[in-house]
């Protein structure tokens, strides 16, 4: 079957930097997503990684490892507004979303 | 402002009610899904659409149904709405099917069947 996993929840500092790992089984791959939804609200994209290797914007950055089945969102210089879910999705062969459960990250000062 | 609108916000319902939840895009995306999401679960496709006059089945459809008259709405109706179908609903919109672009998300519709 299909899936996606990653840490339900995760705690961090202020001004520090965090890494949210998230590994997927997928049926074929096309690429591999990360959004970001605030409690109440709407996920939005963060990022989109199709090849190995690390992409960078800005305080967030997110590497792919397709042999491994592995993605991480780093996030740098943590900002209390950075506290939300962040879900990882992958695309699969028929180009549908996987979505993992996401991970609440709680900044605390 | 550019997007994608969803109606309504929130809605209580009694079970065996018959609730129709409203999403407009004005992105002309041909692409448009409806996901529900629910605590510890990730987002569920329920169904989608890949262009106007097309639908399709997601992982969760029992109980749902959707039409795609236009590009621009894509509403899904709950027939007989039961205690299980409580959840947020998102509407979301992509500028194609295959597209590796960012999906846009509306800002959810909260539903509570009673």
């Known amino acids: 079957g299909q899936n996606i996993d990653q840490p339900t929840e995760m705690t961090a500092t202020e001004g520090a930097i965090v890494q949210i790992n998230c590994t997927y089984q997928t049926s074929g791959f096309n690429g591999l997503f990360w959004y970001q939804q605030h409690a109440g609200e709407a996920p939005t994209f963060l990022s989109y990684?199709?090849l190995d290797g690390l992409e960078e914007k800005g305080r967030f950055s997110s590497f792919l490892s397709r042999s491994k089945g592995y993605s991480y969102l780093l996030l740098k210089e943590l900002q209390m507004k950075d506290s939300a879910s962040y879900l990882c999705?992958?695309?699969?062969?028929?180009?549908?979303?996987?979505w993992g459960a996401g991970t609440k990250l709680i900044i605390k000062p | 402002i550019a997007g994608i609108t969803q109606a309504p916000t929130s809605q209580i319902l009694a079970a065996g009610r018959r609730m129709t939840l409203r999403c407009t895009q004005d992105m002309r995306h041909n692409a448009m899904y409806w996901y529900r999401q629910d605590l510890g679960l990730g987002l569920r496709l329920i169904h989608y659409?890949?262009?106007?006059?097309?639908?399709g089945k997601g992982e969760v459809p029992d109980g749902y149904s959707v039409s795609r008259a236009n590009t621009d709405d894509f509403p899904l109706t709950l027939a007989s709405a039961v205690p299980s179908q409580t959840s947020v609903y998102f509407c979301?919109?992509?500028?194609?099917?295959?597209?590796?672009?960012?999906?846009?998300f509306g800002e959810g519709s909260r539903l509570t069947v009673l």
């Open positions: 990684n199709v």
């Open positions: 659409s890949n262009t106007a006059g097309t639908t």
């Open positions: 999705a992958a695309l699969d062969s028929n180009y549908q979303l996987i």
């Open positions: 979301a919109s992509s500028p194609t099917e295959t597209d590796t672009g960012e999906l846009f």
